[in-house]
């Protein structure tokens, strides 16, 4: 149906339009007994629920015949169609529709073999006739191709197809037999073919049968699939050789990390201790990913209650952005993760930048909640389409954990637990 024409009627006060329609669901979408319909720009009015959408079936339409005497240069090929509805866009019950094809631009939408079978001065359409004007002595076989914008070939092959007819709709006072019923078999036409000299002097003429038949549609459908792991990261490995868009930089806890447990080791004021896990995400959504972060709460020492300070600032989440990722410095206490990698978005939220380190720039958050809310920060996100979860394509992040201390910081050991959530889109 795509590429074929909508009208959308009037009803209280709208204005009849037509369209372009993009695609249609399947059946039964979004409801049983509906198909939603798309289309390929915006509608110029206003439009509510119950108002008519008629889609028509476009065509191209090949005629071939072969002539018993020669057609002369200025001579005339005349196709005389079945129809009541000649040049509108509406489809028929007992005819074809020319919707929309006028003498002034059939040169553009019928084409012939050989070419010069058509194209001259005084070709026209007028109600349901099509009259060719021939350029050329025309003899053998003749291809003509209404629906069509550039060359046909020897064997009626159209180069450019623009469908453009709109066939009839299936009737069965057109079928004979008890077996002929609307949309299942096939209405029988009759379309004349004749050809003239210059004069309009008949040199041959007949009638062809067209059968038309209600449009198929085919439908198969692929299963979604989603695929979200998180992998440690050893102590000491090179983060730009994990994911390339990642800064030249390390985990220097020396304690690997695991798909469950990352430990920041022994904080002291000299530096920020780092530590990394990679998460890859595989979908074939057609629309990407999204994988959000949430933590349970500040680093915290549950024996004292003591905690670090969060490295965005503030208590807790007030949106999915703010308080907004922020830069962590040696010695000024903070905790937060920062996400690096292809799809790290630079906005809503900023992470500082898909390469930058801890020492030029990356920003950190800890995306917790205070009672009643239910934010989560976004670390990565691709709308393209499917992911493959590769690091030279799509679906690879690495998040890195920082915290560094004051001297005065009060010992113990602290804790928070993050969840990551991947979403496809949809």
Same mark, same amino acid.
């Given at each position: 149906?795509?590429?074929?024409?909508?009208?959308?009627?009037?009803?209280?006060?709208?204005?009849?339009?037509?369209?372009?329609?993009?695609?249609?669901?399947?059946?039964?979408?979004?409801?049983?007994?509906?198909?939603? !319909?798309?289309?390929?720009?915006?509608?110029?009015?206003?439009?509510?629920?119950?108002?008519?959408?008629?889609?028509?079936?476009?065509?191209?339409?090949?005629?071939? $015949?072969?002539?018993?005497?020669? !057609?002369?240069?200025?001579?005339?090929?005349?196709?005389? $169609?079945?129809?009541?509805?000649?040049?509108?866009?509406?489809?028929?019950?007992?005819? $074809?529709?020319?919707?929309?094809?006028?003498?002034?631009?059939?040169?553009?939408?019928?084409?012939?073999?050989?070419?010069?079978?058509? /194209?001259?001065?005084?070709?026209?359409?007028?109600?349901?006739?099509?009259?060719?004007?021939?350029?050329?002595?025309?003899?053998?076989?003749?291809?003509?191709?209404?629906?069509?914008?550039? /060359?046909?070939?020897?064997?009626?092959?159209?180069?450019?197809?623009?469908?453009?007819?709109?066939?009839?709709?299936?009737?069965?006072?057109?079928? +004979?037999?008890?077996?002929?019923?609307?949309?299942?078999?096939?209405?029988?036409?009759?379309?004349?073919?004749?050809?003239?000299?210059?004069?309009?002097?008949?040199?041959?003429?007949?009638?062809?049968?067209?059968?038309?038949?209600?449009?198929?549609?085919?439908?198969?459908?692929?299963?979604?699939?989603? %695929?979200?792991?998180?992998?440690?990261?050893?102590?000491?490995?090179?983060?730009?050789?994990?994911?390339?868009?990642?800064?030249?930089?390390?985990?220097?806890?020396?304690?690997?990390?695991?798909?469950?447990?990352?430990?920041?080791?022994?904080?002291?004021?000299?530096?920020?201790?780092?530590?990394?896990?990679?998460?890859? !995400?595989?979908?074939?959504?057609?629309? /990407?990913? %999204?994988?959000?972060?949430?933590?349970?709460?500040?680093?915290?020492?549950?024996?004292?209650?003591?905690?670090?300070?969060?490295?965005?600032?503030? +208590?807790?989440?007030? %949106?999915?952005?703010?308080?907004?990722?922020?830069?962590?410095?040696?010695?000024?206490?903070?905790?937060?993760?920062?996400?690096?990698?292809?799809?790290?978005?630079?906005?809503?939220?900023?992470?500082?930048?898909?390469?930058?380190?801890?020492? +030029?720039?990356?920003?950190?958050?800890?995306?917790?909640?205070?009672?009643?809310?239910?934010?989560?920060?976004?670390?990565? +996100?691709?709308?393209?389409?499917?992911?493959?979860?590769?690091?030279?394509?799509?679906?690879?992040?690495?998040?890195?954990?920082?915290?560094?201390?004051?001297?005065?910081?009060?010992?113990?050991?602290?804790?928070?637990?993050?969840?990551?959530?991947?979403?496809?889109?949809?």
């Amino acid at each position: 149906m795509a590429s074929d024409s909508a009208i959308l009627s009037a009803d209280t006060g709208e204005t009849l339009e037509k369209v372009t329609v993009a695609s249609m669901s399947a059946t039964g979408v979004p409801i049983p007994s509906q198909k939603m !319909v798309y289309f390929t720009t915006a509608t110029a009015n206003s439009h509510h629920v119950g108002d008519v959408v008629i889609v028509n079936i476009t065509a191209t339409h090949l005629i071939k $015949f072969n002539t018993n005497a020669a !057609v002369p240069s200025g001579g005339h090929i005349i196709l005389t $169609f079945p129809t009541t509805s000649a040049n509108t866009a509406s489809p028929s019950a007992t005819g $074809f529709s020319f919707n929309g094809l006028t003498s002034g631009n059939m040169s553009t939408y019928v084409q012939c073999n050989p070419s010069n079978a058509c /194209g001259g001065s005084s070709q026209s359409v007028s109600g349901n006739t099509i009259t060719l004007t021939t350029t050329g002595a025309v003899s053998g076989t003749v291809y003509i191709s209404v629906g069509c914008q550039s /060359g046909v070939s020897s064997s009626g092959i159209c180069t450019t197809p623009s469908p453009l007819l709109i066939n009839p709709t299936v009737s069965s006072t057109q079928c +004979s037999g008890s077996t002929c019923t609307a949309g299942a078999t096939n209405d029988v036409w009759k379309i004349t073919v004749q050809t003239t000299d210059t004069n309009s002097v008949t040199l041959d003429s007949a009638r062809v049968i067209v059968g038309t038949i209600e449009s198929v549609q085919v439908q198969a459908q692929v299963e979604p699939t989603l %695929t979200f792991a998180i992998t440690g990261l050893a102590n000491t490995t090179n983060y730009n050789t994990t994911v390339s868009q990642c800064g030249s930089e390390a985990s220097n806890t020396g304690i690997d990390s695991t798909a469950t447990t990352v430990n920041l080791g022994i904080l002291n004021n000299a530096q920020i201790n780092r530590a990394a896990q990679t998460l890859t !995400v595989t979908t074939n959504e057609a629309f /990407g990913y %999204t994988v959000t972060a949430s933590s349970s709460g500040r680093l915290i020492s549950p024996a004292s209650g003591l905690y670090l300070p969060d490295a965005n600032g503030g +208590s807790g989440l007030t %949106t999915n952005l703010l308080p907004a990722p922020a830069a962590m410095t040696a010695a000024t206490p903070a905790f937060g993760i920062s996400p690096c990698g292809v799809d790290v978005p630079t906005s809503s939220p900023n992470w500082g930048g898909t390469g930058q380190t801890v020492a +030029s720039g990356a920003l950190f958050a800890n995306p917790w909640n205070s009672a009643g809310n239910a934010y989560a920060m976004t670390l990565a +996100s691709y709308t393209g389409g499917p992911s493959n979860g590769t690091t030279a394509t799509h679906g690879v992040t690495l998040v890195r954990y920082g915290a560094t201390v004051a001297g005065t910081t009060a010992s113990g050991v602290y804790t928070t637990t993050l969840t990551y959530t991947a979403t496809p889109s949809f």
